[in-house]
């Protein structure tokens, strides 16, 4: 069974442009999380979706990130403009409903210069 | 949710047993206890989760006291692909189980 996936592995962007990093959860997984961890910092929490609903979005920092989950499978994370402090390791995690383990994709390093 | 409180780091050989130690005072009763493990460059794993007392999966060992307020991860006869950072969390099961993540605990395993 693939795990979660995330696309692009790295992206470098200068600022004020923008940046898309797209998550795959493992199928059947209603569940998606993204989480970040900023240079010398700790993962953070971003927001969590339920299918395509979001439930939880109080981690999001600014209205220049964007989260969209259409259809409730893959989910999207866009950046719009792209500032220095966004640099940082993107992750998205999925889970099923019955049980609370989350699963990690291998993250998105973004680098905005 | 409960802040956890773990070490920053802690050295190893292989071959022996590793016991993390993390506490969280402020646990609520609706709370549960996870602890994941994060390799460079890999996103996060989820290794055990427990709620009380002992919970013990094929790759470790929680222990919870009664009062909850800490817990213990232990891991029998490490090896040096042991070494990474381990996260000890509290969440919150029925909700949304957003994890909140500390700074962990990195553990070095040596030869």
């Known amino acids: 069974e693939a795990g979660v996936t995330q696309f692009p592995s790295h992206s470098v962007i200068e600022k004020g442009q923008t940046v898309t990093l797209r998550c795959d959860p493992i199928s059947g997984h209603d569940n998606l999380y993204w989480y970040r961890r900023v240079m010398g910092k700790e993962i953070k929490f971003l927001l969590h979706?339920?299918?395509?609903?979001?439930?939880?979005e109080s981690g999001m920092p600014n209205n220049r990130f964007l989260a969209e989950r259409t259809g409730g499978t893959y989910s999207t994370l866009k950046v719009q403009p792209a500032e220095l402090e966004d640099s940082g390791v993107y992750f998205c995690?999925?889970?099923?409903?019955?049980?609370?383990?989350?699963?990690f994709g291998p993250g998105t390093r973004l680098t905005v210069l | 949710l409960a802040k956890t409180t773990q070490p920053i780091s802690m050295d190893s050989y292989e071959g022996q047993e590793v016991n993390i130690t993390c506490s969280h005072n402020?646990?609520?009763?609706?709370?549960?206890i996870t602890w994941y493990q994060q390799f460079p460059s890999q996103g996060p794993r989820f290794i055990i989760q427990?709620?009380?007392t002992k919970v013990t999966n094929e790759v470790a060992s929680l222990f919870i006291p009664a009062d909850r307020k800490s817990s213990t991860l232990s891991l029998p006869r490490v090896s040096l692909s042991d070494t990474a950072v381990y996260y000890c969390l509290v969440a919150r099961s029925g909700g949304y189980n957003k994890l909140i993540f500390g700074a962990g605990t990195r553990l070095a395993v040596h030869p």
């Open positions: 402020n646990i609520a009763t609706n709370d549960y």
């Open positions: 427990g709620y009380k």
């Open positions: 979706f339920v299918k395509e609903s979001k439930q939880d």
């Open positions: 995690a999925s889970r099923l409903a019955a049980y609370n383990e989350q699963f």
